[in-house]
């Protein structure tokens, strides 16, 4: 198959790219930055997104998945609150602008997407019918999903990947977490209760390679089975580290140092990936301990 990718120099993107070649299948990417890559074989093509992506990346090609994002994890200025809207919700509509152009389309249309579209639910559990929220987040992820359904109009499958914290050691939240812990200066946020819904890296890949491969359509929660709470996920990240967890981050403070995002890290949610356990998909790493031990920390 022949995959199209945005995103593909980001810290998903690369482990995808890595685990398509390796499946033999055919890779390119749209980029807004060109840049030297060990892989030769994967074609780069230039799309700063603010206006429809062009044709020629689109040649022959089976599969497209849209990655690129502006970062959430950012102080929430007007400014960047701005940019993580337009990247995803008019980058996403200029993506399927683009390919409505075509005369040969793709046939699947894989977006990511956030759990962020549940907003703060307390020991809910989640699943790919629960109803989204209203805050920031919410409505952003809403309106991303909804100008990636405008592909089904084009003749598209479309798969959203609603994606939790994902883990890896070379970035996404591990990175910015990790330095503090090595420390011994880790802990619980706010009271540690809130659930921690997490994915490794890998499953996340392949659970977008299954859906590609598979013919999945719809609405996935990119997450393990087992979401953990906040304390708990501390205590096994310090533990993994040989070091304390004792450290607890004060919610006021959390507020004061990163505003309205901070929210982001207090709230709870409490997602199952109800969609995917139902295609036979299989997780390397459903355990938050195995996925820890995996990672070279």
């Known amino acids: 198959m022949r995959f199209l990718i945005t995103g593909g120099n980001g810290f998903i993107g690369r482990r995808l790219i890595q685990r398509l070649l390796e499946r033999q299948h055919y890779v390119s990417i749209l980029t807004r930055k060109v840049v030297s890559r060990e892989d030769?074989?994967?074609?780069q093509y230039f799309w700063a997104m603010r206006g429809p992506a062009p044709a020629e990346p689109f040649d022959d090609v089976d599969v497209v998945i849209h990655l690129a994002g502006e970062?959430?994890?950012?102080r929430w200025t007007d400014e960047a609150k701005k940019k993580i809207r337009e990247s995803r919700v008019l980058g996403t509509r200029h993506l399927v602008e683009g390919i409505g152009s075509l005369e040969r389309r793709p046939s699947m249309l894989i977006c990511g997407s956030a759990i962020g579209i549940y907003g703060d639910r307390g020991d809910e559990v989640l699943t790919e019918e629960s109803t989204p929220a209203q805050d920031f987040l919410a409505q952003i992820c809403t309106d991303w999903e909804r100008e990636a359904d405008r592909a089904h109009g084009l003749g598209l499958s479309v798969v959203k990947i609603r994606t939790g914290v994902v883990l890896g050691q070379d970035g996404g939240a591990l990175k910015?977490?990790?330095?503090?812990?090595k420390l011994?200066?880790?802990?619980?946020?706010g009271d540690g209760?809130?659930?921690m819904s997490w994915i490794h890296r890998d499953d996340l890949v392949n659970m977008m390679i299954h859906a590609a491969e598979c013919g999945v359509n719809g609405v996935l929660n990119g997450v393990s089975p087992?979401?953990?709470r906040n304390e708990d996920f501390s205590k096994a990240l310090a533990h993994r580290l040989h070091r304390p967890a004792w450290m607890r981050v004060p919610e006021s403070l959390l507020k004061m140092v990163q505003g309205e995002m901070s929210q982001v890290l207090l709230s709870s949610q409490r997602v199952i990936p109800q969609t995917i356990d139902n295609t036979g998909f299989r997780?390397?790493?459903?355990?938050?301990e195995a996925a820890l031990r995996?990672?070279?920390?």
């Open 193 to 195: 209760k809130q659930w």
């Open 176 to 181: 910015a977490m990790l330095p503090v812990f």
């Open 226 to 228: 087992n979401p953990i």
């Open 40 to 43: 030769r074989n994967v074609g």
């Open 294 to 297: 995996s990672l070279k920390l």
């Open 184 to 189: 011994g200066l880790g802990g619980p946020v």
């Open 283 to 288: 997780f390397e790493y459903p355990e938050l």
């Open 71 to 74: 970062p959430v994890f950012q």
